[in-house]
């Protein structure tokens, strides 16, 4: 029980790990802002969390002794393993695709890539030889009692965030639906402009133009008073938003 209670610990610590990492390293690196990353509105992203204890598990089998390469390998393929299906239940509880790895090198169906494995193969054999040794030790000093009354806020806070999350997720079509119009008001804006310069409309796919698309669709959406967790969620999963600008721009082309 005791480790059981470690583990549960140890799975918040992991998932608020990768939430730091997802919203505040990544795009402090190449978008320079912070973006309040993941499915949650918390500082939670359980995919980290449920990953790496299903890896440190799976390489804490008793009588088995795994070499570092096969740590890194088999951690990256398991941690592969749940980001897809991951993607493929959420497509098929929302009607949605959440991420889209398509355009990075040796990607399966855009769900994962040889990018992320590696960076799960590495992460795989932190968790196994150097963070879960270090959380077992340090958590077993927390009092019984203690780690009791943690794990019940903590799950108490994640349960109530999931179900709000959920709940702002499967009404979210609305507001794309709202989103989509803004879109073609602004393609249409853009689309007349460069035509009347005779510029070919793959200036659209300029970064800058995606980038003022995407702010002028997250002001409209706020001067509506949209919930913050729906304008949270666009801004956490801009392919939501990218797929929604090609579809505009191809309905565009197709009416011409």
């Known amino acids: 029980m005791e480790q059981l209670f470690i583990y549960i610990l140890s799975f918040f610590i992991y998932s608020f790990c990768g939430w730091i ?6 795009h402090a690196i190449y978008m320079k802002k912070f973006v309040n990353r993941g ?8 995919i980290y969390g449920s990953g790496a204890l299903i890896v440190v598990l799976f390489f804490r089998m008793e009588g088995v002794h795994y070499p570092i390469y096969s740590i890194f390998l088999l951690g990256g ?8 299906l991951t993607s493929w239940a959420m497509e098929k509880m929302f009607h949605e695709r959440w991420w889209d790895y398509s355009k990075k090198l040796f990607n399966l169906n855009g769900r994962v890539c040889l990018e992320g494995f590696v960076c799960f193969g590495l ?3 932190a968790a196994t030889c150097l963070i879960q040794p270090f959380f077992d030790k340090k958590l077993a000093l927390i009092p019984y009692t203690v780690q009791i009354v ?3 806020i903590l799950v108490t806070i994640f349960v109530v965030d999931l179900i709000r999350s ?7 079509k609305k507001e794309m639906e709202e989103m989509v119009k803004v879109l073609e008001r602004e393609q249409m804006r853009i689309h007349q402009k460069f035509a009347d310069y005779e510029v070919e409309l793959e200036h659209l796919k300029n970064i800058k133009t995606l980038r ?5 669709i997250n002001i409209e959406l706020k001067n509506k008073h949209y919930r913050y967790g729906s304008r949270r969620i666009l801004k956490a999963f801009p392919y939501l938003v990218k797929k929604r600008i090609q579809e505009t721009h191809e309905r565009i082309r197709e009416k011409e």
Not at 77 to 84: K, M
């Open 150 to 152: 943690l794990i019940v």
């Open 123 to 125: 992460f795989s054999v």
């Open 212 to 216: 003022g698309l995407i702010d002028q």
């Open 21 to 26: 990492w997802e919203s505040i390293m990544i």
């Open 166 to 172: 959920v709940h702002i997720a499967t009404h979210l």
């Open 39 to 46: 499915f949650l509105n918390g500082p939670m992203l359980p």
């Open 77 to 84: 393929l398991i941690a592969c393993v749940v980001e897809y």
